[in-house]
């Protein structure tokens, strides 16, 4: 069981909605939930303890407020390129470094992460959305990457979007830096589905997760990287990464033989439902 001082601070809220799901909420509603230095390192030291526990099987990340996340707190880069421009620490890029981290936690954590996206996600917070493995958001959510209205093209942001979308999507997002709707998002893929209210939008998520919760962790764990990993690869070696990893599963992995036993004998497999909850870690 995770310890509550190590996963709730002043930034980052985590809570248990059932005992295999996590709730992670960006808590900084005062900043627009900025992804500054200090959210990113809570965010990262709370995927870490996550990632850890083996009771939780999936995590919602949401946010607090009316902005799911504004991106990084540019004066924040202000004062960091001020301080580089002195020939002091390049903070800036070790900044970038540390959101860069971020985004290929989430990608390479065990367990799936879900954004549930109920207000505005701008340039590295649209980043955040589009590095998630599913994301849901209510249909007054709108997504923008506008760096290049401040002369600043979101460069890092351009990375998960054009893993997540279409390059031409992903292109005009990034040069016009104009803000589309949820339904424009769910249209070109940013987001699976988008959901009518607030409330709604909870219920339809937690469903989800619960879907997913009740499957086996394995597989989830393996799936997923198998997932990232062929799609950088050509079409042969991604086929041949696939077939010798679900071979080796039919031959050698437990939860597969319980699973394929439990279908055929017409009963739940044994890694099915845990009792829900709702308490703070």
Request: proline letters at 3%; aromatic letters at 4%; charged letters at 20%.
């Amino acid at each position: 069981m995770v310890a509550a001082a190590a996963v709730v601070s002043s930034l980052v809220k985590t809570t248990r909605i059932q005992e295999a799901i996590a709730r992670v909420t960006l808590n900084n509603t005062k900043n627009r939930n900025a992804l500054s230095r200090a959210m990113l390192q809570q965010i990262q030291e709370t995927l870490g303890v996550i990632d850890a526990d083996p009771e939780i099987r999936v995590i919602i990340l949401n946010a607090s407020g009316p902005v799911f996340s504004s991106g990084h707190d540019l004066k924040e880069i202000r004062a960091n390129a001020a301080n580089n421009l002195k020939n002091e620490n390049n903070k800036n890029a070790s900044l970038m470094e540390l959101c860069a981290s971020v985004m290929q936690t989430i990608v390479r954590l065990d367990k799936p992460v879900i954004a549930q996206v109920n207000g505005v996600a701008t340039a590295a917070g649209c980043q955040l959305v589009a590095s998630c493995d599913l994301a849901y958001a209510s249909s007054s959510a709108t997504f923008a990457t506008p760096g290049v209205d401040l002369g600043l093209f979101c460069s890092t942001p351009a990375v998960a979007l054009g893993r997540s979308i279409h390059r031409k999507h992903a292109m005009q997002m990034l040069l016009t830096g104009d803000a589309i709707s949820a339904e424009e998002a769910e249209r070109i893929g940013l987001v699976n589905a988008v959901i009518d209210n607030d409330e709604n939008l909870e219920k339809t998520v937690i469903e989800i997760a619960s879907r997913i919760a009740s499957k086996s962790p394995r597989a989830m764990a393996t799936g997923k990287a198998l997932f990232y990993e062929q799609l950088e690869l050509p079409l042969d070696a991604a086929y041949r990464l696939a077939s010798d990893a679900m071979a080796d599963c039919m031959n050698h992995d437990e939860e597969a033989r319980e699973g394929i036993d439990a279908f055929l004998t017409k009963r739940k497999p044994t890694w099915g439902s845990l009792q829900p909850t709702s308490k703070d870690l």
